[in-house]
Structures are given as structure tokens and as C-alpha cells.
């Protein structure tokens, strides 16, 4: 079974930024695009983008474009979030997901991903 780690989740003030790190056991990290998402109270799972196997490509949803950077390092299994200019509207659980291997049409949804991390917290204070 394919294990994935959230990790840097924390409390922080609006302008700040975070680092989230996500790794991944089982299975061959470099063959799976991966994807962020994250949830916030009262609202459903909102996609915040993913980025290609090699690394070379990434999606993001408009609410991050320009202040959120998804990268990856294949040989330490590790995709990474970074969130720079955090507004409190951030404030959400961030999950890390493995992408169903020929599934390129469904990246905006949950749907399109197959294992799942268990989440950290970030929350955005003013």
C-alpha cells in the first residue's frame, strides 16, 4: 500500500509563509503526478494544483496562482508545497494525493487520485 505524509503544517500571520512536504512510500514516486488539495471548515475539498512525474509541469487553482509553488524531488520520494503571501482565507487541512496513473483528464478532482495523506493543519491568523 502507497503511503503518503504531510508534514510543516503550523499557525502562522497573513504575509507569512509555509512549507509543506509530503512523503511518499510504495510504489515508484517518479511514475505518479501528484496533487495538493485542501479543506477548510464549512467547505468542501478544493483542488490547489499538481505537477506533472518529472516535475517539469504544474497546474494550480486561481485562489493560489503566483503565491503557491508545487515542486518535487523523485529521489527523496518528497513533493513539496510551498505558500508564500498566506491570506487567512488559506486556513484549511492540506492533503497530499497520488494520481490514478492514466487519469490525465481528472486532476481538478478528488476523484482523479487514489491515495490520500492524512493532512496538516495551516491556519492563517490577521
Known amino acids: 500500500q502507497v503511503q503518503l505524509v504531510e508534514s510543516g503544517g503550523g499557525l502562522v500571520q497573513a504575509g507569512e509563509s509555509l512549507r509543506l512536504s509530503c512523503a511518499a512510500s510504495g510504489g515508484t514516486f517518479s511514475s505518479y503526478a501528484m496533487g495538493w488539495f485542501r479543506q477548510a471548515p464549512g467547505k468542501e475539498r478544493e483542488f490547489v494544483g499538481v505537477?506533472?512525474?518529472?516535475?517539469?509541469?504544474?497546474i494550480y487553482a486561481d485562489s493560489v496562482k503566483g503565491r503557491f509553488t508545487i515542486s518535487r524531488d523523485n529521489a527523496k520520494n518528497t513533493v513539496y508545497l510551498q505558500m508564500n503571501s498566506l491570506k487567512p482565507e488559506d486556513t484549511a487541512v492540506y492533503y497530499c494525493?497520488?494520481?490514478?496513473?492514466?487519469?490525465?483528464?481528472?486532476?481538478?478532482?478528488?476523484?482523479?487520485?487514489?491515495?490520500w495523506g492524512q493532512g496538516t493543519q495551516v491556519t492563517v491568523s490577521s
Open positions: 494525493a497520488r494520481r490514478k496513473t492514466f487519469d490525465s483528464g481528472n486532476y481538478y478532482y478528488g476523484d482523479g487520485y487514489d491515495f
Open positions: 505537477i506533472t512525474r518529472s516535475g517539469a509541469s504544474t
